[in-house]
């Protein structure tokens, strides 16, 4: 019981501190709708972009139309859940920069939770809602055998590309603790850098595949998992050839090593802290 | 070991070097060069339960900066510093479970709701049992009206209905140190009068030990019996507060309305010896400074009553005020108080 | 009154240097965008029918991505955000009562800025041709239009970011305004996708539209799809929008002024 409550409470909190947030949020409905509209035109744009390709070219590397698109929502979704559970990560070059971190250094909980919790993006509903209709309408196109290990391993698979954006979202926003703005610059960058994993990166030269498999895994978001869940053979790097049932399974524990980074980096970074203002 | 100790603390920043105008922004993308400032020199601070202890000292003295050593928010260059028996940048959670802070320029509350919901949500960080937590806010709707405030929207509240509320988010969890940074600033004077009346009962009543960094003299001796003067990163004065107006505010000033200005100033002086006159911006004005531990006020009201006609007299009080200036100019020191 | 607003734009620059490292993290984003286009339309000209339908083979589409790259870059630093956020807080009361003419003054700071931009671009288009090997260079005349056509963008792109950003006196969340604009100025100016790629009606419709001459009509030019009097057609509709777009702001400023509410603390 105490056990359930040590895990249990943190998570009540953290879900009270968000709620604080959307009630702020929805204090403007206007901006609400508009947001929501955003990220569903953002989406869409990004649907059209593909759709307009693929009407002239069967498959891409192999990979056809379909197929493309999951990969593609897959960013978006795993993007949903952060900005709506954990956008406040993204305040944190600004909270570092003002020095309004110093109040949730003052009270007792850890401050990592309060910064994620600290804001709520609205657009991240837009982007779960189309991302996941467009994954939901691609996998209906495709042949897919599901047998229930099929969907058990997708579905944690899931999680973890989740999990995995949500951790290189925590490192590399951590980065305010070392650059002196109020814009998290060099996180959103590195975003951008994510973005190149919206396509089968086996278009990409062998550095660029590298660099989106090991360095910075976003790839492990959204083109290993899929490919693990269609099982399309094998990946080949440098030499290297390694069947993507495995490295899609290997998925689970980029995610740990990502989140683990994170918080490692944020409490290095908290040492640096030196708190703006008088 | 006492409540709040500190040894050898210091505090170092370091902040890029550039020229001003466009070719100082362009030189320094090519020259990165920092300069180091000391902002905490050094500071060996004790304080026990329960003590009032005013920290004072010029803007930019390094106030605010030991402050958040104390409270875990910055990393100390060098130095230790355990307050409630933890290292507070170690033990950041423990620290907190029993400080209260409240920064005059900065709220700590939520910015999008109500006063009753911030303090409902720290009531869930700080764990407060229903009962303890519904108490408490019911000695705070007496002492603070806090009543008033709950309903309002924190962006919303002016600046003396944020100091009371934070106030109470500061105490909510009876936290064993309380940190005030220049608490009162840009309050008025009713305000100001309850915040103070509020802080020394919380010290008569549950012992909170109060930590007041503040500019506004009239806090310090209104609450605080120790008074430590920091200036440029290092502690010049560490001591009773008493003391020190009785060793450096000593010189009390009457000033008197006379009816016609005196004939003969020098009688009045031979009276009262020790005393200096000093002529008012009117003829039939007079100004007489004294010591008063050696000469008593009724002797100069005597005194110069003898020799002159007087309509009126006020008296002014020596005031830590005085004092502090002193010391900012550099024309006091104040070691000779501590031996 | 004209050394006010070069006291605009400097000011801007100089603001911009102090974020020196926010603007080039930024600048490296869209550098990321522009790798992953050169790698996807590399794999995709592969396949002839593309080629066909687009009347371009490689060299030319690296050119157009490029050239789409340099117009996105610049006035992408000035915005609509600093504006939006001034609105919000409220500071703009302070804007309004300075003696100058606020969309003189935000264009001047646009400026100010985009000498930069453009700077920083040539200098990374210059890193990828490097990398990916040469494009083919424009005639003297194709370089010439361009060259008209590209600082035509600069009052163009100003016009849409300053009346997004002028949106802010209606919302007060400025973020959703500004993705739906990215995303509607990326799709429809021809930066994600050339415009002949289109389906019939959309490109009807994106003709129509002030977006293309931001990336489709300097991109034509360049490679000498469109020339003589076609060209100088499409460059003096780029005008026509850049001048348009200048007269509409000011009537939704007159607007938006008597609307103000002052948000935030």
């Known amino acids: ?278 | ?339 | 009154m004209r050394r006010a607003y070069v006291m605009h734009a400097k000011l801007a620059l100089q603001q911009m240097f102090a974020y020196r490292a926010g603007f080039f993290l930024g600048l490296l984003g869209n550098f990321f965008f522009l790798l992953s286009m050169f790698y996807l339309w590399h794999v995709l000209l592969k396949n002839p029918r593309f080629t066909h339908a687009l009347g371009w083979d490689w060299s030319q589409m690296k050119a157009y991505l490029l050239i789409g790259f340099v117009t996105g870059a610049l006035v992408s630093t000035f915005t609509d955000y600093t504006m939006a956020n001034r609105i919000r807080t409220g500071d703009v009361a302070l804007d309004l009562v300075r003696p100058v003419d606020y969309q003189k003054a935000r264009f001047s700071e646009a400026i100010g800025i985009a000498l930069f931009e453009l700077c920083t671009a040539i200098l990374v288009c210059a890193i990828v041709v490097a990398v990916f090997g040469g494009m083919q260079p424009p005639t003297l005349q194709a370089g010439l239009l361009f060259t008209v056509s590209l600082l035509l963008v600069v009052p163009l792109k100003f016009g849409i970011i300053y009346m997004s950003g002028l949106l802010c006196f209606w919302t007060t969340n400025y973020l959703g305004v500004s993705w739906s604009r990215q995303a509607i100025v990326n799709i429809m100016s021809g930066a994600l996708v050339p415009i002949v790629l289109f389906p019939v009606w959309l490109q009807g419709l994106a003709n129509v539209l002030p977006f293309q001459a931001v990336v489709w009509t300097p991109a034509r030019i360049y490679l000498g799809t469109i020339h003589g009097t076609e060209a100088a057609m499409w460059l003096a509709i780029q005008a026509a929008w850049g001048a348009g777009l200048w007269i509409l702001a000011r009537l939704m400023w007159k607007v938006a002024v008597r609307k103000l509410v002052i948000q935030g603390g």
Not at chain 1, 36 to 46: E, K, R
Not at chain 2, 58 to 81: D, F, Y
Not at chain 2, 132 to 153: D, K
């Open chain 2, 1 to 339: 070991m006492a409540l709040i100790e500190t040894r050898g603390m210091t505090k170092v920043f370091r902040t890029p070097l550039k020229g001003p105008g466009l070719a100082g922004s362009v030189k320094h993308l090519f020259t990165r060069r920092f300069t180091d400032r000391v902002a905490v020199a050094d500071v060996d601070l004790t304080i026990e339960a329960g003590e009032a202890v005013a920290y004072v000292g010029p803007n930019g003295a390094g106030k605010s900066t030991t402050i958040k050593m104390l409270t875990g928010i910055l990393v100390p260059t060098s130095g230790e510093v355990h307050a409630n028996g933890v290292v507070p940048h170690k033990q950041r959670i423990q620290n907190a479970r029993n400080i209260g802070v409240v920064f005059g320029q900065r709220t700590q509350l939520w910015w999008d709701i109500p006063v009753r919901e911030s303090l409902a949500l720290l009531k869930e960080i700080h764990r407060i049992p229903q009962d303890r937590y519904e108490a408490t806010l019911q000695s705070f709707n007496e002492l603070l009206e806090l009543e008033e405030l709950l309903p309002v929207i924190g962006r919303r509240l002016s600046l003396g209905q944020r100091m009371r509320a934070d106030l109470a988010a500061a105490l909510l969890h009876d936290p064993k140190i309380l940190y005030l940074d220049e608490p009162t600033i840009g309050l008025d004077i009713s305000v100001k009068d309850r915040v103070r009346a509020f802080i020394k009962k919380l010290i008569a009543e549950r012992g909170t030990t109060v930590m007041l960094t503040t500019h506004d003299l009239g806090d310090i001796e209104d609450i605080c019996r120790r008074i430590v003067i920091i200036d440029e990163g290092r502690i010049i004065y560490d001591g009773d507060l008493q003391a020190v107006k009785d060793t450096f505010a000593r010189e009390r000033s009457m000033h008197f309305q006379l009816q016609h200005p005196p004939a003969d100033p020098a009688a009045i002086a031979a009276r009262v010896p020790g005393v200096k006159l000093v002529a008012g911006e009117k003829p039939v004005q007079l100004g007489v400074h004294f010591d008063r531990f050696e000469v008593s006020a009724a002797d100069v009201v005597a005194a110069v009553m003898t020799e002159a006609d007087v309509i009126d007299f006020h008296i002014d009080e020596p005031a830590i005020e005085d004092v502090i200036r002193k010391v900012y100019a550099g024309q006091l020191d104040l070691s000779a108080a501590e031996a």
């Open chain 1, 1 to 278: 019981m105490a056990a359930a409550s040590r895990i249990g409470r943190p998570i009540v909190l953290y879900m009270r501190c968000l709620a604080v947030q959307i009630k702020a949020v929805l204090e403007y409905q206007a901006d609400f709708w508009i947001l929501m509209m955003a990220s569903v035109l953002m989406n869409l744009v990004g649907f059209v972009f593909l759709w307009t390709i693929f009407t002239k070219i069967p498959d891409v590397n192999g990979w056809t139309f379909w197929q493309v698109v999951v990969i593609y929502s897959l960013v978006f979704v795993a993007e949903g859940v952060g900005s709506l559970f954990f956008e406040g990560t993204w305040n944190l070059a600004f909270l570092v920069n003002r020095g309004e971190l110093d109040f949730m250094l003052l009270r007792p909980v850890s401050p990592i939770s309060q910064v994620m919790s600290c804001a709520i993006g609205i657009n991240g509903l837009g982007n779960l809602l189309l991302g996941g209709t467009l994954i939901g309408l691609s996998l209906s196109h495709l042949q897919i055998h599901w047998t229930l290990g099929r969907v058990a391993l997708a579905l944690l698979l899931l999680a973890s590309a989740i999990a995995t954006k949500i951790g290189l979202n925590l490192a590399t926003n951590a980065s305010a603790f070392w650059v002196q703005t109020p814009f998290s610059g060099f996180a959103f960058s590195m975003h951008q850098l994510g973005d190149l994993a919206r396509y089968p990166i086996t278009i990409y030269a062998s550095a660029v595949q590298a660099l989106i498999t090991v360095a910075v895994p976003f790839a492990f978001v959204s083109f290993f998992p899929a490919a693990a869940v269609f099982s399309k053979g094998s990946w080949r790097l440098a030499g290297v050839e390694l069947p993507l049932r495995w490295l899609g399974l290997a998925t689970p524990l980029v995610a740990i090593y990502c989140c683990w980074m994170g918080v490692f980096l944020f409490r290095r970074g908290l040492r640096r802290y030196e708190s703006a203002g008088n």
